[in-house]
């Protein structure tokens, strides 16, 4: 006998939550976004391409498929779990994060990302001059459309920043997030713990971010969690992984159930 449990409690039977968990490529998985729904996860990944009028998930064009939009993918099943939830992406009140990485031709995608929102944006952050927290933050890497969003005057869509940007580029209000490709900082090192002087380059940067009011995040970091550890203790915001089962083992301590 197979026991049915209520949608709204399958969805509420996550605990704790991975607020520190990115799911990078999540398009990627056998179930995009649910397997990361499924460990908790607070932060997905899909990267998108414009194809004849609509935003496709997909790493490379020739993996493209019509059915893969970013609508099907991500908006639509987000939205459901915030109706479910009652303004939440999880039945526990956490920020939940959508970056989408445009491959290329930023200022035409945003222009077809802002239609694609528009159905949405009772659930998405936005920024009118005051910041306003909802459900979802939709954030934007990649082939980043920085000026365009730099002239909405009320924006549902925030820029992934970068290290330079803590030095007197846009500030949070536009870029809450400062991300960086971990080798480019700390070079190809397969050295863990880091060196004591990586160790400090990186607590200057969560040190800077944090006193900006804005979030940290690598990508390209090794699936290890003696990586893993460190940058948790020194205060980095999100960690990304491919492996979602493992990383949250380790942030939670004990096994997958």
């Known amino acids: 006998m197979i026991l049915m449990l209520p949608i709204a409690m399958v969805l509420a039977f996550q605990s704790p939550l991975l607020t520190h968990a990115h799911a990078h490529n999540d398009y990627a998985h056998a179930r995009p976004l649910f397997d990361a729904l499924d460990q908790g996860f607070c932060s997905v990944e899909a990267d998108v391409f414009l194809v004849d009028g609509k935003l496709l998930v997909a790493h490379n064009r020739n993996d493209l498929k019509p059915e893969r939009s970013l609508v099907n993918l991500y908006l639509k099943p987000l939205a459901d779990r915030v109706r479910i939830n009652r303004g939440s992406v999880y039945a526990e009140k ?28 009772r659930l998405l952050t936005y920024q009118d001059g005051t910041l306003h927290k909802r459900a979802i933050t939709v954030i934007l890497s990649g082939d980043r459309p920085i000026e365009n969003v730099l002239k909405e005057k009320k924006r549902f869509a925030f820029i992934d920043g970068r290290p330079s940007d803590l030095d007197g580029g846009p500030d ?17 090192t397969l050295q863990f713990p880091l060196k004591p002087e990586q160790h400090a380059k990186l607590v200057d940067m969560v040190n800077k971010c944090h006193a900006q009011g804005r979030i940290l995040r690598f990508w390209g970091t090794a699936e290890n969690p003696t990586l893993w550890k460190e940058l948790r203790e020194t205060g980095v915001d999100l960690i990304g992984t491919d492996q979602l089962a493992k990383l949250r083992e380790f942030l939670v301590g004990t096994p997958t159930p």
């Open 94 to 121: 956490k920020p939940f994060i959508l970056l989408i990485d445009i491959k290329e031709k930023g200022e035409e995608v945003y222009q077809e990302l802002k239609n694609e929102l528009k159905p949405y944006e």
């Open 172 to 188: 949070s209000s536009v870029t809450p997030l400062i991300s960086q490709d971990f080798s480019e900082v700390f070079g190809f």
